[in-house]
């Protein structure tokens, strides 16, 4: 019985690379590689996907944060806000990629949908599989949260040959005080 539904849920997140176009994720690795600093930025489980993207983006040795956390430093020219919404309509998500945006940082959002608030927001944009441009049964927003574990995961791959990073570069960087 869960055989089967894992086998659904992956045949789902198999839809991911379609959506992928090498052009777009060429600016996002530049985006992301030129930026002093990262930030993340997302609603509910979004939030909670963006932040395994920015813990290893932190182990890459970039400066990434997350959004509204303490230590999250002010984001202006140079930076980089990364921010995830499927519907790209959670108004508490638009209004602060607004005021990114407005204070000199670039916006990129992970969304399911090129006409939306966000969209006109952004200065790029990555379409990814959600319940509204693809086949799901998964509930909610599960789809395009896994999706952008997945897509940040293949991102700091890329990463990794680019900067000339390996495994033992990012464990060094990882959490000693587990």
């Avoid at 430093?73 to 945006?101: F, N, Q």
């Avoid at 999706?147 to 700091?156: E, H, K, R, S």
Wanted: aromatic share 2%; with cysteine; proline share 3%.
């Amino acid at each position: 019985m869960i055989k089967k539904r894992l086998e659904t849920v992956f045949t789902e997140l198999a839809q991911l690379p379609k959506f992928i176009d090498e052009e777009n994720m060429e600016e996002l690795l530049g985006a992301l590689t030129k930026a002093k600093k990262i930030a993340v930025l997302g609603a509910g489980r979004s939030a909670l996907a963006l932040k395994m993207v920015a813990m290893r983006l932190r182990h890459l040795g970039l400066d990434a944060y997350v959004a509204g956390e303490t230590i999250s430093p002010a984001l202006g020219e140079g930076d980089l806000l990364l921010v995830a919404s499927g519907s790209g309509k959670t108004e508490s998500t638009c209004a602060i990629a607004k005021r990114a945006r407005a204070n000199g940082a670039t916006v990129w959002a992970l969304t399911g949908t090129d006409s939306s608030p966000l969209a006109e927001i952004v200065h790029g944009l990555t379409i990814l599989p959600t319940a509204t441009n693809a086949s799901s049964v998964q509930f909610g927003g599960s789809l395009p949260e896994a999706c952008i574990v997945l897509l940040g995961d293949a991102l700091v791959l890329e990463l990794m040959e680019r900067l000339g990073q390996g495994h033992g570069d990012m464990m060094r960087r990882h959490t000693n005080l587990e």
